[in-house]
C-alpha cells in the first residue's frame, strides 16, 4: 500500500492563480479530510468527506473547494490563491470519521503564494 | 475555536536525557492524541488515551491522560537522535460528537536533540 499520496510536494503561485491539489489513498478509507499547518498554529480543519459524493467544510474553509468522486481521491482546489493561503496542506484519511485514531497522514504539499 | 495550550514550544537536550512536555485545555477531553512530525512528514500517530488517569506506553514514550480530562503529558525516556521532530497533541471534545473533524489539535513542540 502507498498510503495517502500528495502532490504536488512544493508549489509556487502568483497571487490570483488557481490550482488543485491532489490526494489519494488507496486503503479504503471512508473518511478523508484537508488540514493547513502555519507557523506557531496547530493544523486546522479546511474540508472533509464521510465518503463518496459528501463533504464538508471545517474550520477554515473560505477560499478551498472541494469534491469526493472516488472514494480515492480528495482534490482540494484554490479558487485565486492569496498570500494568506501560504501554508502546508496535509491530507488525511482513516477508515470513517470516528475511527479518528486510525488517520494516516500524507507527506504535505507546500504552497508558496507571492 | 477550541484553543489546546502545549508546552514547551521547543527544547534543547542532549541525547541521553528525558523528555517531557504537555497540553492544557480549559475544556474537558474525551480522547488525547500524541503525534510526531518528522521534517518534510505528516504527523505520525504515536499514543491514544481514552480515559481520565490512564497511562499508556509505547516504548521509551509514555503518555497520561490527566485526572481533571482537561491535560496530557507526554513523557520520553533516554532521548535519543531519531527522536528529533516537532511533537504534536490533539483531543477530541466531550462535547464535540466524536469524529474526525472534532479535532483539536496543539501547536507543537519541537525537540532537538544535541549529541
Known amino acids: 500500500n502507498a498510503g495517502v499520496t500528495q502532490t504536488p510536494k512544493f508549489q509556487v503561485l502568483k497571487t490570483g492563480q488557481s490550482m488543485t491539489l491532489q490526494c489519494a489513498q488507496d486503503m479504503n478509507h471512508e473518511y478523508m479530510s484537508w488540514y493547513r499547518q502555519d507557523p506557531g498554529m496547530g493544523l486546522r480543519l479546511i474540508h472533509y468527506?464521510?465518503?463518496?459524493?459528501?463533504?464538508d467544510q471545517g474550520e477554515v474553509p473560505n477560499g478551498y473547494n472541494v469534491s469526493r468522486s472516488t472514494t480515492e481521491d480528495f482534490p482540494l482546489r484554490l479558487l485565486s490563491a492569496a498570500p494568506s493561503q501560504t501554508s502546508v496542506y496535509f491530507c488525511?484519511?482513516?477508515?470513517?470519521?470516528?475511527?479518528?485514531?486510525?488517520?494516516?497522514f500524507g507527506p504535505g504539499t507546500r504552497l508558496l503564494v507571492l | 475555536g477550541q484553543q489546546l495550550n502545549q508546552s514547551p514550544q521547543s527544547m534543547f537536550i542532549q541525547e541521553g536525557e528525558d523528555v517531557s512536555m504537555n497540553c492544557t485545555s480549559s475544556?474537558?477531553?474525551?480522547?488525547w492524541l500524541w503525534y510526531k512530525q518528522d521534517p518534510g512528514e505528516g504527523p505520525v500517530l504515536l499514543i491514544a488515551l481514552y480515559k481520565a488517569g490512564e497511562l499508556t506506553s509505547n516504548g521509551r514514550l509514555t503518555a497520561q491522560f490527566g485526572i481533571t480530562r482537561k491535560d496530557s503529558f507526554l513523557n520520553i525516556s533516554a532521548s535519543i537522535p531519531s527522536d528529533v521532530g516537532i511533537y504534536f497533541c490533539a483531543g477530541q471534545l466531550r462535547s464535540g460528537g466524536g469524529g474526525a473533524d472534532g479535532l483539536t489539535f496543539g501547536k507543537g513542540t519541537h525537540l532537538i536533540i544535541q549529541p
Open positions: 468527506s464521510v465518503g463518496a459524493g459528501i463533504t
Open positions: 488525511a484519511s482513516s477508515y470513517s470519521r470516528h475511527m479518528f485514531e486510525t488517520q494516516y
Open positions: 475544556s474537558i477531553f474525551n480522547t
